[in-house]
Nanobody, 129 residues
Framework: EVKVVESGGGLVQAGGSLRLSCVVSGITFDDDYTIAWFRQAPGEEREGTSASVSCITVTDLTTTYADSVKGRFAISRDSAKNTVYLQMNNLKPEDTAIYYC?????????????????WGQGTQVTVSS
């Protein structure tokens, strides 16, 4: 069974930084897996057609970013810890959301929410102005 656990959210002022972590158990990072971050802003629904905020394929290290976060967010992985990180810099109030990590085998980036089978519980990120 694949299990996904996120952590690292919190309250930060605009311009600040946070690093989210996503531990994926039940796989190894030698497997053909794609790990992605999605977010759900207040009052919005997470739909199956939602594209990822950021995504990484753990074998060939392909990474993608939504236009809204390019140049500010960086995704990386630590194979020894089965962990994917999302470094978020220069945060803006519009980045406020619940951030979810998701994993799916034999899939591609950027990925769409409806095609990911394993999800974490989410971690809240709040950016104050």
């Amino acid at each position: 069974e694949v299990k996904v656990v996120e952590s690292g959210g919190g309250l930060v002022q605009a311009g600040g930084s946070l690093r989210l972590s996503c531990v994926v158990s039940g796989i190894t990072f030698d497997d053909d897996y794609t790990i992605a971050w999605f977010r759900q802003a207040p009052g919005e629904e997470r739909e199956g057609t939602s594209a990822s905020v950021s995504c990484i394929t753990v074998t060939d290290l392909t990474t993608t970013y939504a236009d809204s976060v390019k140049g500010r967010f960086a995704i990386s992985r630590d194979s020894a810890k089965n962990t994917v990180y999302l470094q978020m810099n220069n945060l803006k109030p519009e980045d406020t959301a619940i951030y979810y990590c998701a994993a799916q085998g034999y899939y591609y980036c950027p990925g769409y929410a409806g095609n990911f089978g394993s999800w974490g519980q989410g971690t809240q990120v709040t950016v104050s102005s």
